[in-house]
């Protein structure tokens, strides 16, 4: 085999099926090994949104997500998606090519140092070499895996690509969080401790995470919460590791109604953060109460403190505290049902009767889709509605970029939703400023027949930032954006495209028919005054 081809072997003994990439001319024999296995090659129409699909790719499968890009501009057009891996936690290979190596220190053309370049975004940037890369390609498959997940950017030379390997023994090691086996490191004394306390608090409350959805925490933690009767307040990432149907599920932090939010966290008196990863926080930790640490790694960043931590499989953790627990639940689930009737009335504040509202077009869109569907997201005032306002009732059925928090991530990441589960519907919600940057992809979409339902929040503005502005007595300057006809755009891009005033138009559109072998763009032109009420 030559090199490519064993790194390819490697991919798919991980489980890979699909590379996102954009070529160059160093990529040409990775691609040849990857076409002669059987992988699927998407080409994004730009290495950004290419990196973002592996990201979509790795988040819904658990696996590795890979992309590919060329030297230069390619490997420098890849760094954000490498980034948005590495914050939102995704295991991720991004692949670049390189000039050969006898030239790279000296020559200049489309040279770049990746390895400077992805070090401060990657948990790892290496590269390959006819007697390396086998062990390169274990240890990068393990490194991307392990917790927290990220990204491994890989160099790949190309005096390299096609030469025969020497160390080409396809060996897979574990790659599950820990390994072959998860040990628990807290003791079972530590664990009866935790029963112990909750059955001291008077109102302890789970706040879970993105770890705790990677751990496929999702039945322990509806389980716990039963158990003790406990309400349990998810990060936006992970919205769906419990049902929000549920009754102990009492909202999302730090989205729209973020002060409701943290006013009921502040009610507690003993905090378990169940994977819960600070990354996911915009505002500064608000709380005092003793809190108990559960999660696959340490408390390392010492963002919020905890008095305690519980480390290791938080499956098994859960399950124990559960299975030591005795006595009566903590509390009522009517008690729960207020807090969240409470959340609702302060979802809708500022609605403008007669206006299209964002919260209507959530709304709109959450009726007229089935429970199954896989809802995206892009960065705005946008998503803090939809992070909020979206029924979630499934892990892994809300994808959104939440660490890192780039724009442009729920269109590429709703055509990876698409590509993998194409019996389940699929909508992604974007602001006009976050379509604009990504736009591109509409084409892609058309053109591998995916059936998207893609929201659009038009507004004509970078609202985010306005309300920003605005709060400060500044005028719009530099955050407006030209309003684009999607009902003329989307056609150009073999897409369907219909642009919306109100509420009932939204609404007889979504009880029609849609098209089923290629993206529906739906261009909501709200009013946006509803987001200044909420933030
Ligand atoms: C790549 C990137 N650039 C800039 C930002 C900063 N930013 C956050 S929200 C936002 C406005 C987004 O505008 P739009 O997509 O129209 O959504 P809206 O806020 O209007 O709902 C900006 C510029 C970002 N998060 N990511
Ligand atoms: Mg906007």
Redesign the pocket.
Known sequence: MNVSEVMVQYLKAAGVGHVFGYPGDPNVEFMEAARRSGMQFVLGRREGTAGLMAEAYGFLTGRPGVCMSTLGPGSSNLV?AVANAWLDRVPMIAISGQIERKREQTFTHQVLDHGRMFSPVSKWATHVAPDTVGSVMRKALRTAMAERPGPVHITTHADVVGAAATDDAIVLPPLSAAGGSFQVFASGTERSDIADRLRKAKRPVVLAGIAAQRANAHQALSRLADTVGLPVVVAPMSKGVLDEENPWYAGTLDMACNALMWDFLKGCDLLLAVGFDAVELIKPWQLSVPTVHIDATPNTDQVYPADTELVGDIVAILESIAAAWKGAPKWKPAAVKRHREALRAAYYAGRVKGHLN?TDVVDAVREAMPRETIATT??????LLVGQGWTAHEPRSVLMSNGL????YSLPAAIVAKLLNPARPVVCF????????VQGELRLAASLGLDLLVVV?C?G??????IKQANRNYPSWG?L?EPTDLAQLAPAMGCEGVMVDSSAALGRLLAGKRPKDRPLVVGARID?SQ?TAQF
């Open positions: 954000n964002p892009d960065v705005g005032s946008h998503k928090s780039s724009m442009g974007v602001g006009d400023g976050g379509l604009a940057m929040f507004d503005s970078l609202n985010r930032i306005e955050t954006i946006p987001y």
